[in-house]
């Protein structure tokens, strides 16, 4: 049984394209959810986009961006920073290293995600990590691409909405690896 | 010749180095930022994006935030505007009663260190370091080691864009009046992107610094409000970074 309170972090991860703007558009990228059982186990998972449409990345400055043609190799990167922090803080040092960066970092508590999580048997840990594998789909839902620009020349033809296929996604689940540590002590 | 920033940035820069005091009503715009939650961005009414700092009550560092700007300014050099707002009644996001305003200068700006730069690139970039070598000597800044605050961004044409923020360890945060030892290892031995500066920007920078006489180091310490600096302390501010601005060259060259 853990001994102090299990906490769930939901980090979402944006590109805004104007600093100086308060009313730039802001590119969806991904989310990084992370949760500890302090002292036992921490689990950090990474879903986000692949790639941005095309109206999207004429937003993007590539010379100084170049990572964002690419941009879950650019987020892996990031998730990288936070798994190798203390553990809770993924989205923390994310925002520490990209402070004031348009790499926004918004941070949400959601440590109610973990109120019936049981880790003390594999069982009970692949079960945890499986709502937590769902839990990262379903905030993947919500990534969505930036609206294209309504042509303003003649009648602005009526454009579907991007289908799930323009927006393939990866699933990257990192956090196994912390339990198989502690599974081989002694 | 050290700034180089869109026109609408720089025409705002200069509005702030006229006017401390921002009566603007602004939107919290996001959560607070940075490991110490110490800065809110923030949506002025103008369009414009900045971060409000601190985000928690710090004696202080509001005065330390502007006196930077408008010292850096006043030398011509890159770092981020800044004006001082007391309105911070009825936001979504409890502030102090003052704030330093601290404006975003580039569109894309990405962390320095984050960001891996031609030979090319590194020569366009020293002669601005250089620079901010010797005015961070000058005002005793001790966050900007080894390019942190820093950002970059690289310009369609090809040329590179820097700007550099965060001054609330300068000035008066480290040292008082009388200005303490100027000689520290990180002046005479600079890493980083600040190592190997150009003696001749160094040069330049110092006889800009020196030609600042004493009377517009003292008006601009007298700008601050006194509920940001006392007139005392100002008046001594002035002075030391006066003496400090002396000794530079004995020290950097």
Known sequence: MASLPAKARESRLSFCTDMTKS???VIPLGYMLEAVWP???RWLGLI???????HELELVNLATWPDLEKPFTFLDKVFDQGWGGEWGNAGVIAQSVW???PLLVVIDDNDDLLKEAEIDSEAGWTSVTDMLAARLTMLGQKLRPLMPPTPSVGLAPIRPFPRRADIPLRFAPHGRRMFEEFANVA | MWRSFEPHVERFASACASQAVSTD???ISGPPAGGGSTAVPVAMPSGLAAYAKPARAQPGDVAREWLAFMLGYRVGLPLASVQISRETANLTFPLPPVVALSYN???QGRPFGQLTLSPQEQDAARPIFSAMHAFHAWIDDHDHFGGANTHIERMPDGSIQLSFFDYSFSLTHQWGPPASPIHRNEWKHPTGPYANPDPLVINRVIDLIQQIPLTDLQS???TLPPDCMSAGDG???AAALHQRGQQLKAVLT
Do not use: N
């Open chain 1, 23 to 25: 009313s730039a558009s």
């Open chain 1, 39 to 41: 002292d036992e186990a």
């Open chain 1, 48 to 54: 986000g986009r692949t790639k941005l449409m095309g």
């Open chain 1, 99 to 101: 402070l004031r960066s």
């Open chain 2, 25 to 27: 009503r602004f939107s």
């Open chain 2, 105 to 107: 200068m580039l569109a």
């Open chain 2, 220 to 222: 601009v310490a007298g």
């Open chain 2, 235 to 237: 008046a001594a501010l």
